[in-house]
Every structure is written in C-alpha cells, then in structure tokens.
Antibody
C-alpha cells in the first residue's frame, strides 16, 4: 500500500535549521509529484511546497519562500525539506503527501526559545 | 490560486441525522481533483473521498461525495457518534494545493 512516513521533527530555536525526511513505499516514488503540508496548533491545513516527480519543478508558499528548500532522492525513495531561518510561526505538524492518497502521521516541529 | 470556501462553519446535529457539507471553489477544479478529509483532535487528517466522489479504502458507505466544476458536497447519510469531527475539502488539481477552512460537525 502507498505509505509516506515523515521524520526529523523536534524542538529548535528561532533562526536555526532543521531537515525533515519523508520515506516512501508501496508505489513508484520517482513517478509522482509530492507535497508538504503543515498544520499549526489549533489551525487549519496549509500547503507548503510542491516538487515534481523528477525534481525539476518546485513551488513554495509565500510564507516559506527563501527559507525552505525541497529536494528528493529518487534512488532512496526519500523526500527532504530543509528548513532554515525558522520562526515561531513555523511551529506545526508537517505532512508529506501525494494527491488523492491517505497521509501519514506527520512530524511535529516546534520553534521556540 | 484556487480559493476553497466551506459552509457552514459549524453544523450542529444529532446522531442519526443527515449532514450536508459544502465546498465552493473560486475557479473550476480540474479533473474533479477534490478530496475530503476528516480530522479528530490529536489525529492526522483522514482521507474520506478523492476524485470528488470515490471513497477511500475502509471508509463507510454513509460517506458520499458529489459535485464538479466549482461546487462540491460531502454527505454523511446518518451520523454516527464517531463522525463528529472537523472536515476539510482540498483541491489537488493544480501544483499549488489549497484547502477549505473546515466545517466542524458537533453534537447538538
């Protein structure tokens, strides 16, 4: 079955960096576009970033543009989200997702001093 | 960017009643790439419907989705106690996904 498992979350100070990973299984990872979505505590769902199946196209939400970088390693069936210059408002559960498929449990990122 | 507007914001109903949730898009959603999610406190969103009307694996048939273009509906035919939750619609037809703000279905 299609499965995406996020990892790498934790507590980090404002201005610091963190890298999230998303391990894929159950499908041909290299054939599919993938997104990151986040949900701040008590808030709705916010789309963060898109990467095309081959990594050639990437689109970012304005709220993270210039600070977050998405990448993928199709040989390892893994997606990455490099998050730099983190702000308290980046505190959220982060999910990687494929359109029309169930999501994983996400990974919690807390930005706090 | 496609803006999704869900209504109502809150739906107060009793178990056994029918729930009708609306999701309206600011422009046509391509290929009916519209999904519905259910979320309970402390849990990840659970996919209910994809492609506007296809039930995800393991979803009871009391959940149904309909619509096309800019107007979509999620119907829960008879509310069970476990159905009281927040529901989100999502369009995934473009590279920039968008979500509705959510409809909370609460016990009356």
């Amino acid at each position: 079955q299609v499965q995406l498992v996020e990892s790498g979350g934790g507590v980090v100070q404002p201005g610091r960096s963190l890298r999230l990973s998303c391990a894929a299984s159950g499908f041909t990872f290299s054939s599919y576009d993938i997104h990151w979505v986040r949900q701040a505590p008590g808030k709705g769902l916010e789309w963060v970033v898109f990467i095309s199946y081959d990594g050639s196209n990437k689109y970012y939400a304005d709220s993270v543009k210039g600070r977050f970088t998405i990448s993928r390693d199709n040989s390892k069936n893994t997606l990455y989200l490099q998050m730099d210059s983190l702000r308290p408002e980046d505190t959220a559960v982060y999910y990687c997702a494929r359109g029309g498929f169930p999501w994983g449990q996400g990974t919690l990122v807390t930005v706090s001093s | 960017e496609i803006v999704l507007t869900q209504s109502p914001g809150t739906l107060s109903l009793s178990p056994g009643e029918r729930a009708t949730l609306s999701c309206r898009a600011s422009q046509s959603v391509s290929n009916r790439y519209l999904a519905w999610y259910q979320q309970k406190p402390g849990q990840a969103p659970r996919l209910l419907i994809f492609g506007a009307s296809a039930r995800a694996t393991g979803i009871p048939d009391r959940f149904s989705g309909s619509g096309s273009g800019t107007d979509f509906t999620l119907t829960i035919s008879r509310l069970e106690p476990e159905d009281f939750a927040v529901y989100y619609c999502q369009q995934y037809g473009s590279s920039l996904w968008t979500f509705g703000q959510g409809t909370k279905v609460e016990i009356k």
